[in-house]
Antibody
């Protein structure tokens, strides 16, 4: 059964780059069945899709975040990663990684809280 | 970008009630709509995909319907474990691939 786990710093300073990794187990990140995605949720607020990637490296991003986001994949480690640059307090959120079966997020990681603060 | 608007934003109901949540898209999205349930401190859980298909393991009291711009999630008889926040989500591929979520509907115990 597919499982996902986020990892990375829980505290990032303003103007710096947020970096998170999602490790996939119970299946191959190179499966043709899935894209892989990042979603975030500010405290007490709703869900916001950040972007998605295919194992080949093909990506698509939320237009509102596109200028600051890079998502990459490492098939040798069965991982994909998120980088969000020039962060502000507004980027404080729980960040989730998830498997994306064409149009739906089927499996989610447990989420990791990232706080932007000096 | 396609916007999804859920109504109501919050809802109070009792165990055994029938509840309906609506999700309206700003333009037609065929049937590419999913519903998720989220409980506090937990990741969202997929309930319904392709507007009306029940995810494996999800109780049959959950159902979805709709196409085009108007969609509904119905819980036929509320159980104590159903009190949570519900989100709709769409995927569109034109003019570019994008995913959006509705703002959420919080379902509370009356």
């Amino acid at each position: 059964q597919l499982q996902l786990q986020e990892s990375g710093p829980g505290l990032v300073k303003p103007s710096e780059t947020l970096s998170l990794t999602c490790t996939v187990s119970g299946g191959s990140i190179s499966s043709s069945s899935y894209y892989w995605g990042w979603i975030r949720q500010p405290p007490g607020k709703g869900l916001e899709w950040i972007g998605s990637i295919y194992y080949s490296g093909s990506t698509y991003y939320n237009p509102s975040l596109k200028s600051r986001v890079t998502i990459s994949v490492d098939t040798s480690k069965n991982q994909f990663s998120l980088k969000l640059s020039s962060v502000t307090a507004a980027d404080t959120a729980v960040y989730y990684c998830a498997s994306l079966s064409i149009t739906i997020f089927g499996r989610w990681g447990q989420g990791t809280l990232v706080t932007v603060s000096s | 970008a396609i916007q999804l608007t859920q109504s109501p934003s919050s809802l109070s109901a009792s165990v055994g009630d029938r509840v309906t949540i609506t999700c309206r898209a700003s333009q037609g999205i065929s049937s590419a709509l999913a519903w998720y349930q989220q409980k506090p401190g937990k990741a969202p859980k997929l309930l319904i995909y392709d507007a009306s298909s029940l995810e494996s393991g999800v109780p049959s009291r959950f159902s979805g319907s709709g196409s085009g711009t108007d969609f509904t999630l119905t819980i036929s008889s509320l159980q104590p474990e159903d009190f949570a926040t519900y989100y709709c989500q769409q995927f569109n591929s034109y003019p570019q691939k994008a995913i959006t979520f509705g703002q959420g509907t919080r379902l509370e115990i009356k």
